[in-house]
């Protein structure tokens, strides 16, 4: 999966097309993504008591994963954002480092 952890990212299909985020978690063997801030949903928890006697439960807002193939890599060129697809290529040691397709620039 080409998209990692700690990763700017373009949402760009779907409800939320065109939000950025940072990506939170990335599941690789689902190639899903959780991205900040996109894709939020309300879960509904079961009404509990905690150890001090307060109340917990209700609608809760959190973010659900999104398919890697729906969302873009965002880096940054002469001060502006732009998306992009990610490549590879080998450094002199064989170390594998990620490559901007649209800027040319290693991530």
Not at 18 to 44: M, T
Not at 62 to 84: F, I, M
Request: glycine fraction near 12%; charge should be positive; aromatic fraction near 2%.
């Amino acid at each position: 999966m080409k998209i990692k952890k700690g990763d700017l990212v373009q949402v760009i299909t779907g409800k939320d097309r065109g939000k950025q985020g940072k990506v939170i978690v990335a599941y690789p063997r689902e190639d899903r993504v959780l991205v900040e801030g996109v894709n939020r949903v309300k879960k509904h928890t079961k009404a509990g008591q905690s150890a001090r006697g307060s109340k917990t439960g209700g609608i809760v807002t959190t973010e659900a994963p999104v398919h890697v193939s729906n969302v873009q890599l965002v880096v940054e060129k002469d001060g502006q954002k732009v998306v992009t697809r990610v490549g590879y290529r080998f450094d002199d040691e064989g170390n594998k480092i990620r490559v901007a397709k649209r800027t040319g620039e290693d991530i």
